[in-house]
């Protein structure tokens, strides 16, 4: 799910793949934009803010992408085979001589002048992870509405850009209360700390393949059949040694990727209580009711 690591992390791809370049081929394949054509323009540099995508190329232009739920862009080689999804799925490409970066499914793709981007991003809070960070102004706004849920005042992006649905319910665990607690009803200090958390999950994982918030590894039996002990010692007098018998798989340690997130009735990496699955504002919120107090919806 795309969040503001792995936006980053596409927006790194981008621009490794397209700053620097003059555009051999553009398909903008949205209604609106359907006849715009940035052929022959050098694609000047792509940047992340939040979880937005601006691609900036010369003549003052820009193009903003958001990948919302499962949105995503890949980047191609000449001759590479395009696996990202259906034709039909697919909503631009811009290719230059070495690379072509395909989007699909990307619910928001406008072009616009880069002097306007206030108009698509302004509105944003903190970047988690941009030069504008600032803790103080993120713990204000998320202050300045007491009674909302936190999860819902964490999914924000006016309040501190970056975070969505999987790191909501992974602070919230953290924080030990349920996304359904109002901000105001948190404990001293519970919220300054969150704040701190957050941008620091969000830069360790800024450069890795897979999101991880986890430091503890939880015992699994690995699946398959039982094991085979070996036959007991039988005497040498006896002519046909005992059969063996099954015995179940000795438990494994496997490092889990994430506490709650995804792992609706398996047990809770802390205190084995079956995580817990529901909606908040129609998005899927894991909690542990063991390590998490307060309201449940």
Known sequence: MPEGDTVLQTAARLHEALAGQVLTRSDLRVPRFATADLSGRTVLDVTARGKHLLTRVEGGLTLHSHLRMDGAWRVYAPDERWRGGPGHQIRAILGNAEHTAVGYRLP??????????????????????????????????????????????????????????????????????????????????????????????????????????TITSELRTPPGP????????????????????????????????LYVYGRARRPCLRCGTPIRLADQDDRPTYWCPGCQSGPTS
């Open 226 to 257: 039982p094991t085979t002990a070996p036959p007991p010692s039988t005497p040498a007098t006896t002519p046909t040694p005992a059969p063996a018998r099954p015995r179940a798989r000795p438990p494994v340690r496997v490092q889990e990727r």
């Open 108 to 213: 928001v793709l406008e072009l616009l002048r880069t002097s306007e981007e206030d108009r698509v991003v302004g509105h944003l809070g903190p970047d988690l992870l941009g030069p504008d960070w600032d803790p103080g102004l993120a713990l204000d706004r998320l202050l300045a509405a007491p009674d909302r849920p936190l999860g819902e005042a964490l999914l924000d992006q006016r309040n501190l850009a970056g975070i969505g649905n999987v790191y909501k319910c992974e602070l919230c665990f953290l924080a030990r209360v349920t996304p359904w607690l109002p901000v105001g009803a948190l404990p001293d200090g519970v919220l300054p700390r969150l704040v701190t958390l957050a941008e620091r999950l969000l830069h360790a994982n800024r450069d890795r393949p897979t999101r991880t918030t």
